[in-house]
């Protein structure tokens, strides 16, 4: 069974500061990553997807398949990235039916 | 396009009771994913319907259940509620193999 870790369940940088936000997976197969954000009092959002390679409000993560990783990186944060972070994985071509697996999140804060 | 919504937003119910929670899909998505968040698991996946049938299942138990109508709403029914079962419960909406766009969640209380 596919499974999620993000090791980090709290960081703390400083405005400016760059981030890395840690995932790594566990799946035999061809996977589809994703990270969706979480801010307060607002429902879960799609924040980049790995096939679609955008870098979305300066975040970007890349596919290492070698080491099972997809890592969130901001070179800069700002206090409104504070969140919490979801890293999740789908099966390649809808073949999880509808079961995104995620990662236990991260809450980030920046401190001004 | 609006996105999915999701009723009620908060609920309180009592020991033993039974609930059903709703979820309008954006238009034109076909598949609507259940999933469970709490602050010790996280978020797990409940179950998908797509067009009325449910594809898949996650581990838990069957006092959980769930329908999708020819709409694709879809509601989903916890019967003789236990405290552990206080939760936020999002759904989410997609094209099949696509991606998933969140509810807001029903925040339920078990008292």
């Known amino acids: 069974a596919q499974r999620v870790t993000q090791p980090e369940k709290l960081l703390s940088v400083f405005k400016g500061a760059p981030v890395e936000l840690k995932c790594n997976y566990s799946?035999?197969?061809?996977?589809?990553l994703f990270w969706y954000v979480q801010y307060s009092r607002q429902r879960l959002q799609l924040l980049l997807r790995h096939i679609s390679r955008e870098s979305i409000k300066g975040f970007t993560a890349d596919l290492n398949k070698g080491e099972t990783s997809f890592h969130l990186k901001k070179p800069f944060a700002q206090e409104e990235d504070s969140a919490m972070y979801y890293c999740?994985?789908?099966?390649?071509?809808?073949?999880?039916?509808?079961?995104?697996?995620f990662g236990q999140g991260t809450i980030l804060t920046v401190h001004p | 396009k609006a996105g999915v919504t999701q009723t009620p937003r908060y609920l309180i119910k009592t020991r033993g009771q039974q609930v059903t929670l709703s979820c309008s899909p954006i238009s034109g998505h076909r598949s609507v994913s259940w999933y469970q968040q709490t602050p010790g698991q996280g978020l797990q996946f409940l179950f998908e319907y797509f067009s009325e049938t449910q594809r898949n299942k996650g581990n838990f138990p069957g006092r959980f259940s769930g329908r999708q109508f020819s709409n694709s709403r879809s509601e989903m029914n916890v019967s003789t509620l236990e405290l552990g079962d206080s939760a936020l419960y999002l759904c989410?909406?997609?094209?099949?193999?696509?991606?998933?766009?969140f509810g807001p969640g029903t925040r339920l209380t078990v008292l």
């Open positions: 999740a994985l789908d099966l390649a071509g809808g073949t999880s039916y509808g079961k995104l697996t």
């Open positions: 989410a909406s997609s094209f099949p193999g696509d991606t998933q766009y």
């Open positions: 799946y035999s197969g061809s996977p589809e």
